[in-house]
T-cell receptor, first 113, second 112 residues
């Protein structure tokens, strides 16, 4: 049973560029949440997708957007990258919105130069 | 909104000793408290969780206690082993309603 997978593993971008990160949830899960983890900090909630709609959003600007596909996989897009966007981006999947435990993927390390 | 404080930020113990990590939360409506272990280069892995209808939960060498009145919960690891070395995060949420709010993490080092 495959767990949560994310791609790419690492990514280097320059300020002002745009980036797309991808996530496939654990088999059987229908809800995907994205978190940003800055170095030395705990993960911070960005947004959650369920039934292809954004259901909840954390305190992040609208430069951060996402999408969920019919197969439950998800993308995180960040526009107009800033140096401060450098972080580990984690995807977590669960069943039925917040009803069950969240399983995290290994993350995508984004570096903005 | 919810705020979670975690202490200590770093903890070193001798192999075989116990380790305790403490967290406090601010929202009395929170009812779900998971603990995650994050090893270098990996995503957080759930190791144990507790819901507000119980005061203690144990799984082999790991236990979690919850004091709803004081709004704090703790992770206890007994008979620590070198492979327990990692960063541990506590989190809180209103299950079924809100996202997880994480503490800042505790870096645990188990010295052989």
């Amino acid at each position: 049973d495959a767990g949560v997978t994310q791609s790419p593993t690492h990514l280097i971008k320059t300020r002002g560029q745009q980036v797309t990160l991808r996530c496939s949830p654990k088999s059987g899960h229908d809800t995907v949440s994205w978190y940003q983890q800055a170095l030395g900090q705990g993960p911070q909630f960005i947004f959650q997708y369920y039934e292809e709609e954004e259901r909840q959003r954390g305190n992040f600007p609208d430069r951060f957007s996402g999408h969920q596909f019919p197969n439950y996989s998800s993308e995180l897009n960040v526009n107009a990258l800033l140096l401060g966007d450098s972080a580990l981006y984690l995807c977590a999947s669960s069943l039925n919105l917040w009803g069950g435990e969240q399983f995290f993927g290994p993350g995508t390390r984004l570096t903005v130069l | 909104g919810e705020n979670v404080e975690q202490h200590p930020s770093t903890l070193s113990v001798q192999e075989g000793d116990s380790a305790v990590i403490k967290c406090t939360y601010s929202d009395s409506a929170s009812n779900y408290f998971p603990w995650y272990k994050q090893e270098l280069g990996k995503g957080p892995q759930l190791i144990i969780d507790i819901r507000s209808n119980v005061g203690e939960k144990k799984d082999q060498r790991i236990a979690v206690t919850l004091n709803k009145t004081a709004k704090h919960f703790s992770l206890h690891i007994t008979e620590t082993q070198p492979e327990d070395s990692a960063v541990y995060f506590c989190a809180a949420s209103i299950q079924g309603n809100t996202p997880l709010v994480f503490g800042k993490g505790t870096r645990l080092s188990v010295i052989a």
